[in-house]
């Protein structure tokens, strides 16, 4: 079956670190882009992050550059996000899914829509 898998999430202090990871089953992440997400219940999903497949570029959403740090593996299949200096407006459940293609475009246009397979999400808790 088709699916990607995410974990790493859990509870943290404040300016604490977590790492994320996400795989990929049946299927190889060599070919698309990835994005990461994250929706707290009431508000809008959020777009964190997205690596590319091709040259690896990278793009972050304001609230989190500097902080965090998307990377990938592709002997593991695996994209990672590394989480720095937590705050409690980063809680929620962060998914990750893959693009269209090979570059961040659904992510850059804010087509969360249009991204095409998903993860069930981790959550992550930083209390205030």
């Known amino acids: 079956q088709v699916q990607l898998v995410e974990s790493g999430g859990g509870l943290v202090q404040p300016r604490g670190s977590l790492r994320l990871s996400c795989v990929a089953s049946?299927?190889?992440?060599?070919?698309?882009?990835i994005g990461w997400f994250r929706q707290v219940p009431g508000k809008e999903r959020e777009g964190v992050s997205c690596i590319s497949s091709t040259d690896g570029s990278t793009y972050y959403a304001d609230s989190v550059k500097g902080r965090f740090t998307i990377s990938r593996d592709k002997a593991k299949n695996t994209v990672y996000l590394q989480m720095n200096s937590l705050k409690p407006e980063d809680t929620g459940v962060y998914y990750c899914?893959?693009?269209?293609?090979?570059?961040?475009?659904?992510?850059?246009?804010?087509?969360?829509?249009?991204?095409?397979?998903w993860g069930k999400g981790t959550p992550v808790t930083v209390p205030s």
């Open positions: 049946e299927f190889t992440l060599d070919y698309y882009a």
């Open positions: 899914a893959t693009d269209t293609g090979p570059l961040c475009v659904s992510w850059n246009d804010h087509d969360y829509d249009g991204m095409r397979t």
